[in-house]
């Protein structure tokens, strides 16, 4: 299957695979930015009086991502040092220009001055880090925020988002047809707060209680039994209001606001205890929400997202759309697909779906 590509990535023994998805989508190398630098080779012992003093006359305005120096290994264990000097054109574009200053550095320290090219973005992927050092070293910082998984999962933690997407792929398929669901889940105590499944498109259809489907978090932990292969596995998944964001007009004057959603809760009881909206919870789809999924999920404060089979024509969270990296919104979750083992999704109803991918 394919799917958004980043630097973490865990595999469970079971061939399930946890994606981290970036909040901008990794550049080609041969289409990244490039600026031109005046550079030179220089002599070790001198490098830090010209690093420091280039650093006073001509600061890499723009490209503090670009390291100063780049060191070669040469043969016999010996290596060169390389030093960027300054951009290879000046504010006004031309080409010729050199600070004096610089020329000046150049002349005390005889240095043999030359043309190169250098990355002009800092890199977001580590992939795109790997590219940008073939042309010069560039620095790489992974995501700051303190979001667990960005940088990979314990096997712990593996196994209990992995438990929690079979939970999701089980409420998906309870009902007569197959529709998206979501499990709503506090990490820190790893118990399941709310679960629901899309019915925007299907209110109407007869569906079983799924309440009294055994759709529980210990059976989650089963393996591809949470769902039976049956007859299902030739639906065409028209209901999953995702994957056709806009299919709710043709029923908008027979459904209700207030029946659109099917909820099934747990035993936890709302107390003070509880945080503002959904703060610091996990959310779990089978399908990549679209847009207004997505934005649903910001203004609860979802910490992070978990989804299975990706939204080629809608999706908002890697497939067309990264709202994740969007700059101008108040709250940033991080994004993740699980991808399932091939296994299960030969033997399962959802099977199909995989199709989408």
Same mark, same amino acid.
């Given at each position: 299957?394919?799917?958004?590509?980043?630097?973490?990535?865990?595999?469970?023994?079971?061939?399930?695979?946890?994606?981290?998805?970036?909040? $901008?989508?990794? *550049?080609?190398?041969?289409?990244?930015? #490039?600026?031109? %630098?005046? =550079?030179?080779? /220089?002599?070790?012992?001198?490098?830090?009086?010209?690093?420091?003093?280039?650093?006073?006359?001509?600061?890499?305005?723009?490209?503090?991502?670009?390291?100063?120096?780049?060191?070669?290994?040469?043969?016999?264990?010996?290596?060169?040092?390389?030093?960027?000097?300054?951009?290879?054109?000046?504010?006004?574009?031309?080409?010729?220009?050199?600070?004096?200053?610089?020329?000046?550095?150049?002349?005390?320290?005889?240095?043999?001055?030359?043309?190169?090219?250098?990355?002009?973005?800092?890199?977001?992927?580590?992939?795109?880090?790997?590219?940008?050092?073939?042309?010069?070293?560039?620095?790489?910082?992974?995501?700051?925020?303190?979001?667990?998984?960005?940088?990979?999962?314990?096997?712990?933690?593996?196994?209990?988002?992995?438990?929690?997407? $079979?939970?999701? *792929?089980?409420?998906?398929?309870?009902? #007569?047809?197959? %529709?998206? =669901?979501?499990? /709503?889940?506090?990490?820190?105590?790893?118990?399941?707060?709310?679960?629901?499944?899309?019915?925007?498109?299907?209110?109407?259809?007869?569906?079983?209680?799924?309440?009294?489907?055994?759709?529980?978090?210990?059976?989650?932990?089963?393996?591809?039994?949470?769902?039976?292969?049956?007859?299902?596995?030739?639906?065409?998944?028209?209901?999953?209001?995702?994957?056709?964001?806009?299919?709710?007009?043709?029923?908008?004057?027979?459904?209700?606001?207030?029946?659109?959603?099917?909820?099934?809760?747990?035993?936890?009881?709302?107390?003070?205890?509880?945080?503002?909206?959904?703060?610091?919870?996990?959310?779990?789809?089978?399908?990549?929400?679209?847009?207004?999924?997505?934005?649903?999920?910001?203004?609860?404060?979802?910490?992070?997202?978990?989804?299975?089979?990706?939204?080629?024509?809608?999706?908002?969270?890697?497939?067309?759309?990264?709202?994740?990296?969007?700059?101008?919104?108040?709250?940033?979750?991080?994004?993740?697909?699980?991808?399932?083992?091939?296994?299960?999704?030969?033997?399962?109803?959802?099977?199909?779906?995989?199709?989408?991918?």
């Amino acid at each position: 299957m394919n799917g958004s590509v980043d630097e973490t990535s865990v595999v469970s023994s079971e061939g399930w695979t946890i994606i981290h998805i970036p909040e $901008k989508p990794p *550049v080609l190398p041969h289409l990244q930015d #490039t600026v031109e %630098v005046l =550079a030179s080779a /220089i002599e070790p012992k001198h490098a830090d009086t010209i690093v420091r003093k280039l650093n006073h006359i001509a600061p890499l305005e723009g490209l503090r991502h670009v390291k100063r120096i780049r060191k070669t290994c040469l043969d016999g264990g010996k290596s060169q040092l390389f030093v960027i000097l300054c951009l290879a054109s000046g504010n006004d574009g031309d080409s010729n220009f050199v600070p004096e200053d610089v020329l000046e550095l150049a002349n005390t320290y005889q240095l043999s001055t030359f043309t190169t090219k250098v990355c002009k973005h800092a890199a977001s992927t580590k992939e795109e880090w790997e590219e940008q050092c073939k042309l010069w070293p560039t620095s790489f910082h992974p995501p700051t925020y303190n979001i667990d998984g960005i940088t990979g999962f314990s096997e712990e933690d593996s196994s209990a988002v992995f438990n929690f997407m $079979k939970l999701a *792929v089980c409420l998906a398929k309870s009902g #007569t047809s197959v %529709v998206n =669901a979501a499990v /709503i889940v506090d990490p820190s105590s790893r118990q399941v707060v709310a679960s629901s499944c899309d019915q925007v498109l299907s209110c109407y259809a007869p569906r079983e209680n799924t309440s009294k489907g055994s759709c529980s978090s210990n059976q989650a932990e089963g393996s591809s039994e949470v769902v039976k292969a049956s007859n299902e596995a030739k639906q065409s998944y028209k209901d999953v209001c995702c994957l056709h964001p806009w299919g709710w007009l043709e029923q908008q004057s027979q459904v209700k606001h207030d029946e659109r959603m099917d909820h099934h809760r747990n035993d936890l009881l709302c107390d003070s205890t509880r945080p503002y909206l959904c703060t610091g919870y996990d959310i779990y789809f089978v399908w990549e929400p679209c847009i207004m999924c997505a934005m649903a999920i910001v203004h609860q404060r979802i910490r992070r997202v978990f989804y299975t089979f990706p939204n080629p024509n809608d999706g908002a969270l890697g497939s067309v759309h990264r709202l994740q990296g969007e700059r101008s919104l108040n709250h940033h979750y991080a994004v993740f697909r699980v991808s399932l083992p091939e296994e299960i999704l030969k033997s399962e109803a959802l099977a199909t779906a995989s199709k989408i991918d």
